[in-house]
């Protein structure tokens, strides 16, 4: 069995759209991949509630708890380790990770951004869009590397951007597509068509409209 971990700090609707894909796909059958946990760097957050829902053990790693963040990352590897992943995917998750935990799973850490990278790295890029006054907008799956928001991209989805828009409702259009994007990237990695090569992802076997969802 492939084992996914996935990891959140707050909401948890692209964990809940992991969740129900997993569920309808019957990944575990088609696959031989399950969910097998979700941990939190924030008690009390409503992805942990989604977690449950799907009966999946919710965890905690609570930063707040840890002096240094090599200490942070230090507890949150031994409870990802618990699992034995196969693939780490971070959903949300709004906590830098060190280089020791980077490396340590190269390859099969992959994280959803709310831009078209490489175009506004970082927070509050629907706000930044907007200022900047892109015409389309959208998210990334990607490798996770040292450098924030930089690793090899395996799939986006675009959107318009509306002249009525605020960051409230580009990122209401985004969120959507979030969750149609990320559980097709994980289904890709899972399958193992993505790869590294001379540091850009390669996926084989898929549509090029698979890995660039336009919506109108
Ligand atoms: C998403 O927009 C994701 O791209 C970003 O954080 C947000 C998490 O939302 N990294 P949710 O917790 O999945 O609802």
Known sequence: M???V????????????????????????TLGAAIVAVISNRPDVTGLDVARQYEVPAIVVAHRKYSTREDFDRALAAAIDSYEPSV????????VLGPLLVRRYEGRLINIHPSLLP????LRTHEEALAVGVRIHGATVHFVSEQVDGGAIIAQAAVPV???????????RVLEQEHRLLPRALRLVLEQRVSFEGGRARVRGVAPEDLALLSP
């Open 6 to 29: 996935v990891l959140i700090s707050g909401r948890g609707t692209n964990l809940e759209a992991l969740l129900r894909t997993a569920r309808t796909e019957q990944w575990s059958a």
């Open 119 to 122: 175009a506004f790295p970082g």
């Open 162 to 172: 509306r002249p009525e828009d605020d960051a409230a409702t580009l990122a209401a």
């Open 88 to 95: 780490i995917v971070l959903a949300g998750f709004m906590r």
């Open 2 to 4: 492939k084992n996914i």
